[in-house]
């Protein structure tokens, strides 16, 4: 490509002739200027030349114009801090407890990370409002609060496995893991309102983890795979021991906690 220079020499008087010459211009053919025969077209000329000149000044700017960067983009969330991910049955998940309220949770999380929800218990029975903590990479808490004002958390539920207790227990531990540390327990049968949940623990573990509610799942694959086992330990009318063989065919998992208060006071069902 031509430099500038090359493009805009000196301008150098034109010969005489027949028609009066204004001047030329060593340059590409399409910037030459025309001669004029007549004052009007002369004057015509000299417009076109004008404005071929600043169109010419503005894509040649253009072009030894050097590349911005682009900006990084803000981001308006904070870092978050460090998270104590203990479970205290009954006491505290992390850092909320019993006293935690909404505002506190802002304090804590940010309030970039809240968002409000909906929570229904079994067959309907409590509707409450729910705060959801979003901590990034699918990992979440929710708060549930005992009313709407959202001083007082009635339970909080834990999807994440990061949160775990001080013996290991934590959403993705496997059954036999829960069995090594609870001892003998029974599961409520799969798929209804109350199913998959773990109960019947000896009065030590139960004192233990007081307030402390475990769900198990089945994983998905193994419950193809053993359509028998998994219609067995299904259903309102049976509650498998943990020791059941056909637990282990279906890779039983948690795939819940809950942890709520002792000291508060359920909320009233619906009538």
Known sequence: ?????????????????????????????????FYKSELGTARSSIAIVAISLLCWGAINDRLLAKPTSPQP??????????????????????????KSTFADLVKIYGKQRLSSKKFYGAEGQVELPATLIKLGNNRSLTV???????????QVII??????????????????????????????????????????????????????????????????????DFRAVSGDSVTPAASDPRWKSLKMRVSRLSVSFPEIRSPKTRT
């Open 159 to 228: 999807d994440d496995p990061t949160w775990k207790t001080a013996e290991g227990i934590g959403v993705s531990a496997s059954l036999s893991k829960l069995r090594q540390i609870l001892g003998e327990f029974k599961i409520t049968g799969l798929g209804w309102d109350y199913g998959n949940q773990v109960i019947n623990l000896s009065p030590a573990m139960q004192a233990k983890y007081n307030g402390m509610g475990i769900t198990v799942d089945a994983d998905r694959a193994a419950a193809k795979k053993f359509p028998a």
């Open 144 to 154: 549930v609060w005992k009313n709407a004002k959202k001083l007082t958390p009635f």
């Open 73 to 98: 983009k803000t981001s308006t969330s904070q870092p978050l801090p460090a998270l104590d991910t203990l479970i205290v049955p009954g006491k505290r998940v992390g850092a909320i407890t019993a």
């Open 1 to 33: 490509m031509p430099t500038p220079n090359e493009l805009f020499r000196k301008p150098v008087v034109g010969a005489s002739c027949e028609r009066e010459s204004i001047f030329t211009w060593e340059q590409p053919d399409f910037m030459r200027l």
